[in-house]
């Protein structure tokens, strides 16, 4: 059943993979408003601010959509975008060197409106503050331990998957996933 | 297998890297040890921060407003294509369906026209370039050509060499000596006006065996008008200093192979060409210096001369970003060595050399290069050592 729609999504993509290349933008869009959430996430849990996350996101669509003519149809498109993504966040960490930009988008105003948004105010409170320490923690991390983290819980990618991602010997990324996690314990439990 | 052992296995477990023979094990073990099913517990819990969104859901209109965005700034609709591909789409009607005659016709312009779009491309490709990378591009193509006409020349002269020996023990006489051809670098390009590499703001010289830092890389490590701040150390990895390991044997001297240190001397040379330009020109006295100096190391065959050649710059140079760039160099050097000869004392003595120089090393314009070069080299040593166990 899974393979089924599987197999579904990949025959979809591959088609509006296929008209985009001729220049059909309208079936681009389908892609982006398919995609767009997922990626968004994936990439702010490792970057954690949304105004790099925004910047990163539009960044890994433009390329996408430059780059399709290289897109190998044997393979499925979310993964190859999802690569896509984390490339561009690789880089963008590796070049960004700018001054901290006062963003008018609180990360608070992400927490507050959740709260609102329920039934049960006490509850989502206490959720609401969990989130925050967990919000905290990720933040302490070094960032080379927050992606392979990341990678590994969120998006579910093997070793070998990340190794290759990130070009990096899967010794190491063993290595910076143990102390990722022995990091989280340590500031979690304080 | 101990309960530590086991304690080990937990995060793979998790990971879903055993086997399945492993998997049985732990889990049989997990159902008799209380410490062990406590660390899957706190682990699984940790592992359960990844999947959490610990931030809330951006406004619905924003997800319109990216939308927007992205299909604002994505580059217009390839027109090109589709038109060539009905072009294309017609012609395959033609040839499939048509008349005979019409399907002749079709086969010639489909030739015609796959011919005209080879020729196009190539010119294309050659109009992008800028007139430096033709020239290099030329420059190397010479190079190549030279070196292939003297490797034959090298072929040639020795079996004439070995036909004349025949024919001196057959007929004892000596016969005329072949004449040598000398590749002089001076018919490269570097004459050429056209020539740009002054205006290149690198270290012009390469070699296959020492990669050097590129033009982009110097150019930032020169701190010349970017907005880009090198990586803070805080950014980088940080090293672990246990695994420093302190050696006072000297470098061990490791000989090029033949082919290589040809080639090295040929880049010499053409280097040699280039730093009289920019000694002519003026150009930048810390640069003349660093290049001077990878001029040196390039003609030197032993690892041991080539380190020393570094040392001796380094102590003489005052600018730090080109102190950054030798200091890259020379971790090459052992990084080379080390994988050259895959000894574990090579290895130990690269590693020694990185942790030493760290703050040289990933403030400089390698950053990225030096993490990759020392993940390579624990892994080696790792493996390595699993091995003598």
New interface residues.
Partial sequence: MKDQSKNKTDKEDLKWVRKARDGHIKSFEKLVLKYQKRIYFAVRKIILDHDDTNDIVQDTFIKVYSNLDQFNEQFSFYPWLHRIAINTTLNFKAKSSRMRVFSNHSEEDDVKRSIQSTENPLEEVIEAEFKERISEALKKLPFDQRMVFILRTSEDLSYQEISEQLDISIGTVMSRLSRARANLKELLLK | MSCSDFKNKI?LYI???LSQEERNQLESHLLKCPHCAKELT??EA??????????????PAY?QQ??Q???Q???K???K??RL?EVFENLQGILLKGKISYRLAGLVATAVIIFFIIRIGFDDRRKMMLPDEVGVEDAVKQIEKQQFSKESEMKVASKETIAKERQTQQTGKTPSTVKETKISPKSIVINDPKHRALELDQPAIESADIPIVAEGEVRASQGKST???P?SLS?A??LSKKKMRNFSIQPAAANLDQEESEKNQMLAEYSRDLLGAMKKHEVDSSKVRFNEAMMNSLKENQFYEKQKIWETYIKTEANLNYIKAAKYQQALLYYNLAKKTNKKEDIQQALNFYFQNEDLLFSGANP?SVK?QI??L??LL?ILEKNEK
Avoid at chain 2, 51 to 58: A, H, I, L, R
């Fill in positions: 995060e990971d879903n890297e706190n682990l940790i592992n359960s921060i990844g999947k959490s969104k610990p931030f809330g859901e951006p406004e997800w990216l939308t965005t992205i299909m700034n994505i580059p609709p390839r027109k294509a589709s591909k907005s880009e701040a990586p950014e990895t940080p990225n990759k993940d390579e624990e892994t790792k």
